[in-house]
């Protein structure tokens, strides 16, 4: 039986959208308060706001109303202890409430819902919703990636020389070796591309990508809600997303490589340095 025999991406579309958008108003509120209840999770610098708790609740519940058989990987389930399941074989929403909570809690605007359905191990349907922004970006499977309804295409840079690279310092405070490879990442970028610039969000980065905003975006170590959305965005936007050295993406494996062109994604593999990480879910490869 066929994917379409099996899953109505349409209806999961039409179902999804709203809830979306219900969800970037609750963020738009949290956003506009200015006296946020903020948590630490693992690290001290890695936070937790009610509006997260909020926004994920909603959109696991409303969804479940819907899609009772379908399965939900939500970054704040996941981080208080919930089952997680490496896969995305049968029907799963993969769901971050809040893409760039560090830039909520300070108001800084590059801040977003991030909802992606995966299902047959490839993503279906992506929603990255920045109500601050009033910015809605939207991708179906095979029939492109768009920006408040208007069609996105990533940019025609080839030459890193030319390109404007996003990307993250990522590395708590207390993992200092981790630190030292991503800023010599940055560096490395930076002594050749026209320019460096971190937006803060994976999700958000990702989607400039896919508008032509970004030319390149490179991260290690997000989860798969971070990067579930955005992936679909970029390559129904026409682009290239690979892991950091070059291999096929795993959704699973920590690190990212998006690029608008192929010569783009190869010279920038070719400088890229990796840390270890532990992929999510144990040993893989897991790739689409």
Do not use: C, W
């Given at each position: 039986m066929s994917l379409s025999d099996e899953l109505d991406v349409d209806f999961c579309f039409e179902v999804a959208l709203p809830l979306v958008k219900q969800a970037g108003q609750e963020i738009l509120r949290g956003f506009e308060n200015k006296?946020?209840?903020v948590q630490s999770k693992s690290f001290a610098d890695d936070l937790l706001t009610e509006t997260d708790r909020r926004v994920e609740d909603l959109l696991i519940a409303k969804l479940k109303e819907t899609f009772p058989s379908h399965r939900f990987i939500g970054e704040e389930s996941v981080s208080s202890g919930g089952k997680f399941i490496a896969s995305t074989a049968e029907p799963t929403w993969i769901i971050d409430p809040i893409d760039g909570t560090t830039?909520?809690?300070?108001?800084?605007?590059q801040v977003c819902v991030s909802v992606a359905l995966w299902a047959q191990n490839c993503p279906q349907l992506a929603f990255v919703f920045n109500p601050v922004l009033d910015q809605l970006f939207?991708?179906?499977?095979?029939?492109?990636?768009?920006?408040?309804?208007?069609?996105?295409?990533?940019?025609?840079?080839?030459?890193?020389k030319q390109a404007?690279?996003?990307?993250?310092?990522l590395?708590?405070?207390?993992?200092v070796d981790r630190l030292e490879v991503s800023i010599a990442n940055a560096k490395s970028v930076k002594a050749i591309?026209?320019?460096?610039?971190i937006p803060g969000s994976v999700?958000?980065?990702?989607?400039?990508?896919?508008?032509?905003?970004?030319?390149?975006?490179?991260e290690q170590g997000p989860k798969s809600w971070d990067f579930a959305?955005?992936?679909?965005?970029v390559t129904e936007a026409g682009g290239v997303v690979r892991s950091l050295l070059g291999e096929p993406f795993d959704l699973f494996g920590r690190n990212i490589l998006a690029t608008s062109t192929e010569p783009l994604a190869d010279q920038l593999a070719a400088i890229l340095k990796p840390f270890p990480c532990e992929r999510e879910g144990g040993p893989g490869p897991y790739k689409f």
């Open positions: 006296d946020k209840e830039n909520f809690v300070h108001g800084y605007p939207t991708a179906k499977k095979g029939r492109g990636a768009f920006l408040n309804g208007r069609k996105l295409s990533v940019s025609k840079t080839t030459d890193l404007l690279v996003g990307g993250d310092i590395a708590y405070q207390n993992e591309a026209r320019a460096f610039r999700a958000i980065t990702l989607a400039y990508v896919a508008m032509g905003g970004l030319d390149a975006y490179f959305a955005g992936v679909l965005l």
